[in-house]
């Protein structure tokens, strides 16, 4: 392990001004986004999305890396160049999903679930890091309103397993474990939910000697679930959130990279706009958005080839107002300036 590589990744990562872009939905996932928008989800129709998106050389200057989905990763663009080099030549860094999504696991609430991946990932580290990818990324399933130690601590264990064998094949483990949002639990819940999850998987990460200097966390902001009586303010959760994170996360960890998890992608924005404006923590905070960065690109294509250029439009200006917010210099009016 290189660990003074990993460090200049993961700070790289997290340079304010710049994001992660999470492109890394499975085939099923893009089932529903390419449903969403009457396109078929075919091989083709995944890659020319996508390599929309890498070539939109602009708004890639807001985008420090990428998630890619295995399929991705060994893609050419429709001239033959790797998708891959295309990243690269944007200056940002690519990298690869690794778990293999998550099924229930049986022992813990019923419906309650484990991510799947460590079996054979010590196979695949390598071939990944051969063909550019630099970091990882590995998502826990945490629904706060069916939760039990038991699935808490194997999810922990699970993102630990894989922080440590990313780490021995030089690639930076993005450590995902999410509190969901669907649900109608209250902010309070998901703050203790979230608390409880954090402390447990940094417990995990060190009983297996993870460096946290060489991770990036990507948390859920504590929001409200989705269908909760009481909606929060942005102040709110901005300030619910950096006190939970402050309460659990060690200040080695180089940056936190948030996921989106099903908020409006302004609304997204405006959060971590007003953490970073009210900056009382010592970590950096960005982006790691895969709808609240790809919602409004995805539906300017339409997968029509005319639709490129105006897609790329949509995803400049989502990119710009995320890379904004990376430095808290995000403003509602900006939000109204077309790219
Ligand atoms: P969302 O921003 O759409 O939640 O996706 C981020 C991600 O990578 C979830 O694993």
Known sequence: MNLDALNKVAEAMVA?????????????????????????NTEDNRRDYRELMFRAKEAMGYVSGVILYDETIWQNAKDGTPLVKLIEDANAIPGIK???????????????????GLDKLHERLPKYYEKGARFAKWR???????????????????????????????????????????????IETTAAVTEWVLKETFQQLYYLNVALEGIVLKPNMIV???????????????????????????????????????????????????????????WK??????????????????GKAENVAAA?????????????????????DLEKQAA
């Open 140 to 186: 826990a399933i945490i629904d706060p309103n069916n939760i039990s130690y038991a699935g808490l601590l194997a999810n922990a264990h699970a993102l630990a397993r894989y922080a440590n064998l990313c780490q021995e094949f030089d690639i930076v483990p993005i450590v995902e474990p999410e509190v969901l949002m669907d649900g109608d639990n209250a």
């Open 98 to 116: 690794v778990d293999e999504g998550a099924r229930d696991l049986l022992g813990g609430k019923p419906g309650e679930k484990i991510t799947r």
């Open 224 to 282: 409200p679930g989705k269908k909760a009586a009481r909606q929060a303010s942005i102040d709110e959760v901005a300030e619910k959130t950096i006190k939970v994170l402050k309460a659990s996360v060690p200040s080695a960890v180089p940056g936190i990279a948030y996921l989106s998890g099903g908020q409006s992608d302004e609304l997204a924005t405006a959060h971590l706009s007003r953490m970073n404006e009210i900056g009382d923590f010592p």
């Open 16 to 40: 304010p001004g710049r994001g992660i872009l999470a492109a890394d939905e499975s085939t099923g996932t893009m089932q529903k986004r390419m449903d969403a928008i009457s396109v078929q």
């Open 312 to 332: 790329q439009r949509a995803f400049l200006h989502r990119a710009r107002m995320n890379g904004l917010a990376s430095k808290g210099e995000w403003k509602t």
């Open 285 to 302: 905070m960005t982006f790691s958005y895969g709808r609240a960065l790809q919602a409004a690109p995805q539906k300017a294509w339409a």
